[in-house]
């Protein structure tokens, strides 16, 4: 009998294990974090003391999610009384949601959560079905916290919600186009499902998309990526930020420095793709020692990917001709770092975004279809559509 038990015991304990092994985390959105500045701080009321309703439209689904917040910038703790998720009706041109399908999150199996200065938390799992491209909105009841000394995610292209006070009533808000603490969203996958990680600057991040359209290039990845039976179990996670650089300045964290944060510690990436320069190479002394400093970052990514058994991608730099970036020494720059790209025997692939939106004819410069504001550095929704969309889903079989 006791043989029988421990026979019994030994079976459960290898379909559980079995089982564990085949579902695990992925992220399936996520923003990157930085220090808001003063002129994208949340506008009166505030955050301190009031809610607040932020709208992200999910990569793929699940049936099991967890929320991830973060503080990582702020000097003071950021006291959130509760939080709820709930299906919103719309990707952002309003607050309004799904009747009957708001949830409560919780901390610890508590509602209320304190994240000290310069942490993150991790709310526990939710049993809540989102189906891929869902538009999740996220209420988040603030106590006592710094309204000026905030993290976030300024260029969100989605609107948010400011409400006065504990409530849940969101017909007489103020509207602020920026992510407050939200930093990202996790779901349980199959055994196959696995994410692409981008780092990006303002192309990626997505200046020139449509507010609360979701049409930055990344998204039109993603929509590619569902349409084939292969790939709809990749999620795609967009870490751009605007003004963003790899060696030195710009805005928030180098693209060196967050590598390790924004990108190798993100849940289930198994694959990177590399698009980032051009604000370095846009405010270099001189280029050619620019071009060496990037390509050594990309080539310390490779390693430090390909050490974890992850794909890196490399995407080529697009052009600038038109904009006060470019001179004769930047365009040299550039070239050098795209022609290492595409024939660099350490990446995995090249997305060659140059070639898909450069004027054939004047291939310094973008195609004029796709300016955004004339200003001859960021694309337009069309432009995004086709860099998306030019992606070959094959590098995510």
Known sequence: MKANRLILFVLISCIMSTAALAQRWVGTWTTAQQVVEPHNLPPSPGLSGNSIREIVQLSIGGKTLRLKLSNEYGKQPTEIKAVEIAIAKTSGS?????????????????????????????????????????????TIHYG??????????????????????NTSDFTNVEKTDHWYNICGIDVVGKKQTRAVAILGNSITDGRGSTTNQQNRWADNLSRSLLKN?????????????????????????????RFNR?????????????????????GSRNGAETAKGLIEAYTKMIEEAHAKGIKVY???ITPF????????D????????????????????????????????????????????????????????TMGESIDINLFK
Not at 105 to 118: C, H, L, M, R
Not at 262 to 282: H, R, S, T
Not at 321 to 328: A, D, I, L, T
Request: charged share 25%; net charge negative; aromatic share 8%.
């Open 314 to 316: 490399g995407a080529t």
């Open 144 to 165: 006592n916290c710094d309204n000026k000394n905030v993290t976030g995610h300024p260029g969100s292209r989605t609107t948010s919600y400011i409400a006065e006070g």
């Open 330 to 385: 930047h365009e040299a720059a550039r070239s050098t770092v795209n022609e290492w790209i595409r024939t660099c025997k350490d990446l995995d692939a090249v997305i060659d975004f140059d070639k898909t939106v450069r004027n054939p004819e004047n291939t310094e410069a973008l195609q004029k279809a796709f300016l955004f504001e004339n200003d001859w550095l960021h694309l337009n929704a069309d432009g995004y559509k």
């Open 229 to 257: 039976k292969a790939t709809r179990d990749v999620a795609v996670l967009n870490l751009g930020i605007g003004g963003n650089c790899v060696l030195r300045g710009g805005l928030g964290p180098t693209g060196a420095k």
């Open 262 to 282: 924004d990108i190798m510690q993100q849940e289930g990436v198994k694959y990177i793709i590399i698009f980032e320069g051009i604000n370095d190479l846009g």
């Open 94 to 138: 309003s607050a309004d949601i799904v009747e009957g399908t708001t949830k409560s999150v919780y901390f610890n199996n508590k509602q209320d959560v304190t994240i000290a200065a310069g942490e993150m938390v991790v709310s526990d799992p939710i049993k809540y079905k989102v189906g891929p491209r869902e538009n999740i909105a996220i």
């Open 321 to 328: 001709k038109g904009n006060n970036y470019y001179s004769p």
